[in-house]
């Protein structure tokens, strides 16, 4: 099989519409059955005679009203299966269903990773070694993790995809312009190299390059297979990067290197005692003056029921980091690593997927904007 063919799952009638059911149950979950979970949690705890004017302050005490709510209960069976569903289902699983294809994608994946080898453009290091909070976590439900199975990377691309995109074809895109939104508070400036720091399949590589070619850009991921698909990704957008496989506590880069670093959704995937030698290593490779730019979940204040939501997912879909790291002082931690300047701003242009229709119902997510400049 010629090379130049694209990598590309070939998804059933069977599956698409498992995956558009899927898509509408997550959406019914995300609105209607939020919201009629909240008010369930109100009605109980008036119910158990304790408001007296007041409401719960603390998780602690959101988590002693909604262990007593069937409506709640259901909200999280359906966080936890829904996505259990859409990775592990016998017949139409990401998992599954891309593995049926193996016998013609992991040849065809294996050959263009041997052309990026063969470039340079492609660095893989059968040595590394896989920190314990990457490699004994199958994140997102994702089952054995990304860096098991040589197509890892097309399932976790394929589930991004499906999740964002309510497509079965990624076509290498950045679901939801994610990136996109980043780089929208990026200061005026020349970014000649750029990091994507976490890159998994290389769609924020391939979102930069498209609005700035002229940049050096690369990307570092710990994942092999993930990398893999990042080059074949690239390749298939004409696009050219550095791939790289490293521990970003470790990173093979000099001292002063880059002009700007980006990630998306990556801290609540760290262990808390690791981040301050992440966050040494970004700031050693930055220039003087260089930004670190991101978004992550964060709580809502004031919005202890959120909160406990917010805990609660990272337990049942497998982000057991998650609530540490919504705990977290991350501007004193990355004043800590050295970074001159910590500017950590509300997010609100993905509002609208996450604010009730009812005013009186909190959203169900937040989000920041982390731009830390060395």
Same mark, same amino acid.
């Given at each position: 099989?010629?090379?130049?063919?694209?990598?590309?799952?070939?998804?059933t009638?069977?599956?698409r519409?498992f995956h558009?059911?899927?898509?509408?149950?997550r959406?019914?979950?995300?609105?209607?059955?939020?919201?009629?979970?909240?008010?369930?949690?109100?009605?109980?705890?008036?119910?158990?005679?304790?408001?007296?004017g +007041?409401?719960?302050?603390?998780?602690?005490?959101?988590?002693?009203?909604?262990?007593?709510?069937?409506d709640?209960?259901?909200?999280?069976?359906?966080?936890?299966?829904v996505?259990?569903?859409?990775?592990?289902?016998?017949?139409?699983?990401?998992?599954?269903?891309?593995?049926?294809?193996?016998?013609?994608?992991?040849?065809?994946l294996?050959?263009?990773?041997?052309?990026?080898?063969?470039?340079?453009e492609?660095q893989?290091?059968?040595?590394?070694?896989y920190?314990?909070?990457?490699?004994?976590?199958d994140?997102?439900? !994702?089952?054995?993790?990304?860096?098991?199975?040589?197509?890892?990377?097309?399932?976790?691309?394929m589930?991004?995809a499906?999740?964002?995109a309510?497509g079965?074809?990624?076509?290498g895109?950045?679901?939801?312009?994610?990136?996109?939104?980043?780089?929208?508070?990026l200061?005026p400036g020349?970014? !000649?190299?750029?990091l994507?720091?976490?890159?998994?399949?290389?769609?924020?590589?391939?979102?930069?390059?498209?609005?700035?070619?002229?940049?050096?850009?690369?990307?570092?991921?710990?994942?092999?297979?993930c990398l +893999?698909?990042?080059?074949?990704?690239?390749?298939?957008?004409?696009?050219?990067a550095?791939?790289s496989?490293?521990?970003?506590?470790?990173?093979d880069?000099?001292?002063?290197?880059?002009?700007?670093?980006?990630f998306?959704?990556?801290?609540?995937?760290?262990?808390?005692?690791?981040?301050?030698a992440?966050?040494?290593?970004?700031?050693?490779?930055? +220039?003087?003056?260089?930004?670190?730019?991101?978004?992550?979940?964060?709580?809502l204040?004031?919005?202890?029921?959120?909160?406990?939501?917010?805990?609660?997912e990272?337990?049942?879909?497998?982000?057991?980091?998650?609530?540490?790291c919504?705990?977290?002082?991350?501007?004193k931690?990355?004043?800590?690593?050295?970074?001159?300047?910590?500017?950590i701003?509300?997010?609100?242009?993905?509002?609208?997927g996450?604010?009730?229709?009812?005013?009186?119902?909190p959203?169900?997510?937040?989000?920041?904007?982390?731009?830390?400049t +060395?």
């Amino acid at each position: 099989m010629a090379t130049n063919q694209p990598l590309r799952f070939d998804s059933t009638r069977e599956f698409r519409a498992f995956h558009d059911f899927l898509h509408a149950a997550r959406g019914y979950r995300l609105a209607s059955l939020y919201e009629d979970a909240y008010r369930a949690y109100q009605r109980a705890y008036a119910a158990m005679g304790r408001t007296n004017g +007041k409401t719960p302050r603390t998780i602690a005490e959101v988590n002693e009203v909604i262990d007593r709510v069937p409506d709640v209960q259901l909200y999280f069976w359906m966080m936890r299966h829904v996505q259990r569903f859409k990775y592990s289902h016998a017949d139409w699983g990401i998992l599954e269903a891309i593995n049926t294809q193996a016998d013609r994608l992991v040849p065809q994946l294996e050959r263009l990773a041997e052309e990026g080898l063969r470039s340079g453009e492609l660095q893989l290091n059968p040595a590394v070694r896989y920190p314990d909070y990457f490699a004994l976590v199958d994140f997102h439900q !994702h089952p054995g993790g990304l860096s098991r199975r040589p197509l890892d990377g097309m399932v976790y691309e394929m589930g991004r995809a499906v999740r964002f995109a309510r497509g079965t074809d990624p076509r290498g895109t950045d679901s939801n312009n994610l990136y996109r939104f980043i780089f929208r508070y990026l200061p005026p400036g020349r970014y !000649h190299r750029v990091l994507d720091w976490g890159t998994s399949f290389g769609a924020g590589v391939r979102t930069w390059l498209q609005d700035h070619p002229e940049s050096e850009v690369y990307g570092v991921d710990l994942a092999a297979p993930c990398l +893999k698909l990042a080059y074949a990704r690239g390749r298939e957008a004409g696009i050219k990067a550095q791939w790289s496989q490293q521990d970003l506590e470790h990173l093979d880069f000099a001292d002063d290197f880059f002009d700007l670093s980006f990630f998306v959704f990556m801290l609540h995937e760290l262990a808390p005692g690791h981040m301050p030698a992440l966050f040494r290593e970004v700031h050693r490779v930055l +220039k003087p003056g260089g930004v670190f730019i991101g978004m992550e979940l964060v709580y809502l204040e004031d919005s202890p029921f959120q909160q406990a939501l917010q805990d609660a997912e990272g337990w049942i879909n497998n982000e057991p980091f998650m609530p540490a790291c919504f705990k977290t002082d991350f501007d004193k931690i990355f004043r800590q690593a050295g970074f001159s300047k910590v500017e950590i701003m509300r997010f609100d242009e993905m509002a609208d997927g996450a604010t009730p229709s009812d005013p009186g119902v909190p959203p169900r997510q937040t989000w920041n904007i982390f731009r830390i400049t +060395k």
